[in-house]
């Protein structure tokens, strides 16, 4: 049996000798052959020759560079689809999720789970991080059609899960909820999520803001319908107030002139269609995007360890 580790890496120098030391020391005693594959996301500082260095000691560990910076998701997507592994753990490089979990999620994997998801119990973030994950989650679980969940990328699938994956050729991609889509027998594991061990987070608030409409976008319907439900609701109100002013007038009652009731409902409605054309813009943007079929992604090269001459071999692509 073959395990793949897939880790995305931007701008990581400070973590990757840390993530070597307990990466290899929670992988020491398993008894599966190893394929660790680093994907560099387009780092800029010294996170490839760190990872060569980490290469030369470690026949075990690939190195993907892509040509520029493509996104944390396009970076795993890479990752799955050179991995060969009969299950394949996806672990982010900051080591905020304990890769001392793999074992226990191999142990899930041996007695027939098929997705092992690592669900955060708790989260040491920044408070304004903190109040956008959570107030992601609970818009996500109201507008998804998807079982509510709180785990993110970490965690281990069959390879059966890996190819399913790898079908859904979709361009915004969320892959927490791919993966809760394709079904297959899940099991889940509990965790305390641990604060950066060093460095910054490389996610900027823009990126998370298009990963959660990403997300909601992707797997649900709702915003469409609640904009329909919303439409639907001002006409009739509309239609009623119209209605009573046409009685107030035949019945000789005075209406109040001036503009302030056409003012309000004006801006009211005008608000309402700014809003609804916002929604079908989010969607026809993915679907335009969906039509396009650029590349997630571009790997320029691949670096691994020559097992004759133990040198490092570089494959340009």
């Not at 999720?97 to 793999?102: M, R, S, V, Y």
């Not at 503009?259 to 608000?271: N, R």
């Amino acid at each position: 049996m073959k395990l793949s580790v897939i880790i995305p890496v931007y701008n990581e120098q400070e973590t990757v000798p840390i993530l070597k030391t307990r990466l290899e020391k929670s992988l020491g005693d398993s008894k599966f052959a190893l394929e660790i594959i680093i994907v560099d996301d387009g780092s800029s500082d010294g996170t490839t020759g760190l990872v060569k260095e980490w290469i030369s000691t470690n026949p075990d560990v690939i190195l993907l560079e892509l040509s520029r910076n493509f996104g944390h998701q396009a970076a795993i997507t890479a990752g799955l689809t050179s991995s060969t592994g009969d299950a394949v753990v996806i672990l982010d490089a900051d080591l905020q999720d304990p890769p001392e979990l793999i074992a226990e999620m191999l142990e899930h994997w041996r007695t027939g789970s098929q997705i092992v998801l690592a669900e955060r119990i708790s989260r040491q973030d920044p408070p304004f991080r903190k109040l956008f994950f959570g107030l992601f989650y609970k818009v996500f679980i109201v507008f998804s059609e998807l079982p509510p969940m709180h785990s993110g990328v970490f965690g281990l699938m069959d390879r059966r899960v890996v190819l399913k994956l790898l079908a859904m050729p979709e361009q915004n991609l969320y892959l927490p909820g791919m993966r809760s889509w394709v079904g297959f027998k899940t099991t889940k594991i509990t965790y305390h999520r641990d604060p950066r061990t060093t460095g910054s987070t490389k996610q900027s608030l823009r990126r998370l803001f298009k990963y959660g409409l990403d997300a909601i976008f992707s797997f649900s319907y709702k915003p469409l319908r609640l904009s329909f439900m919303a439409g639907f609701f001002i006409s009739m109100s509309c239609f009623i107030y119209s209605f009573i002013l046409v009685v107030k007038r035949f019945m000789g009652i005075d209406v109040v002139h001036g503009f302030t009731t056409l003012a309000v409902a004006i801006f009211f409605l005008g608000g309402v269609i700014l809003i609804s054309n916002g929604i079908l813009g989010e969607y026809l943007a993915r679907i335009y995007d969906e039509v396009k079929r650029r590349p997630l992604y571009i790997i320029t090269k691949r670096t691994s360890l020559n097992s004759e001459t133990k040198l490092l071999l570089t494959e340009h692509i």
